[in-house]
């Protein structure tokens, strides 16, 4: 937090991809500008009430929370095994239970280092995700082609 307070250029510091509720506290205490916290790896009804806690948390202290709703974005099989999307019904219940300000998304990108040519960008399920929902949508680098 030093090296950002002190920078001449504007810093947000963001912990990114926290799996665990304590590591969240910590940064929500050293006054991270922004926090991803992950609970894709719970069921449905536990990851909505741990990162709606979470929210509370943040948004008490002026920090914004990022989140996930479905599968393991981070570059595992989960999310992005081929064919696995985001259901736009099942996110938008997840935003309006946690109250997040942004929602990571399966979309056909990935964090994970793919086959040139093998990734495919949903644009049309893109597009009903940003109608449907109030928050901005976070997509993990995209490599390969469009839908």
């Known amino acids: 937090m030093a090296?950002?307070?002190?920078?001449?250029?504007?810093?947000?510091v963001h912990l990114d991809h926290a799996t665990d509720v304590d590591l969240v506290t910590e940064a929500l205490e050293l006054g991270f500008d922004s926090v991803m916290f992950d609970g894709a790896h719970l069921s449905f009804a536990e990851?909505?009430?741990?990162?709606a806690n979470v929210v509370r948390r943040a948004h008490g202290r002026g920090i914004s929370v990022e989140a996930e709703e479905l599968g393991e974005i981070g570059g595992k099989d989960g999310a992005h095994a081929p064919?696995?999307?985001?259901?736009?019904?099942?996110?938008a219940e997840f935003v309006t239970e946690?109250?997040?300000?942004?929602?990571?998304?399966?979309?056909?990108?990935?964090?994970?280092?793919?086959?040139?040519g093998t990734s495919r960008l949903d644009l049309e399920l893109i597009a009903e995700l940003a109608a449907g929902l109030p928050v901005p949508l976070v997509?993990?680098?995209?490599?390969?082609?469009?839908r």
């Open 83 to 91: 064919g696995v999307r985001t259901d736009p019904s099942a996110a």
């Open 3 to 12: 090296i950002a307070e002190s920078a001449r250029v504007p810093i947000a």
């Open 47 to 51: 990851n909505c009430a741990i990162t």
């Open 98 to 116: 946690t109250g997040v300000d942004a929602l990571a998304v399966a979309v056909g990108t990935s964090h994970a280092k793919v086959a040139s």
């Open 139 to 146: 997509l993990p680098r995209f490599l390969g082609r469009r």
